[in-house]
């Protein structure tokens, strides 16, 4: 079998792109852990409402109605924060792209 004339030519004399890196599937942990280290108050914040809904629903089992009801204030403002930490992230996602 004849050498290839040209370097980037394997033997069977196909074209080897020395720029194309060797492309894998992101698996779901990575794709998560990206999208986490990316925009890290979203998960904050979907963990405060998590926590102020709890909150609100076992002082309101409890009786105290004052008291659920700052949790539940306190659950819409942490709401609101994850939607625009979202919009944020994914404005300065695109935004870094282009």
Do not use: C, W
Request: net charge positive; no cysteine; glycine share 8%.
């Amino acid at each position: 079998m004849a050498t290839p004339s040209h370097p980037n030519l394997d033997a069977n004399g196909e074209y080897i792109s020395q720029f194309a890196p060797e492309v894998r599937a992101e698996t779901t942990r990575e794709r998560m852990r990206r999208k986490i280290v990316g925009t890290p108050l979203v998960p904050a914040f979907l963990v405060l409402t998590v926590g102020s809904l709890v909150g609100g629903l076992l002082a309101f089992k409890n009786g105290n109605q004052m008291l659920s009801q700052k949790f539940q204030r306190a659950r819409v403002f942490f709401q609101f924060s994850t939607v625009a930490a979202f919009l944020a992230g994914s404005y300065l996602d695109d935004k870094g792209k282009s």
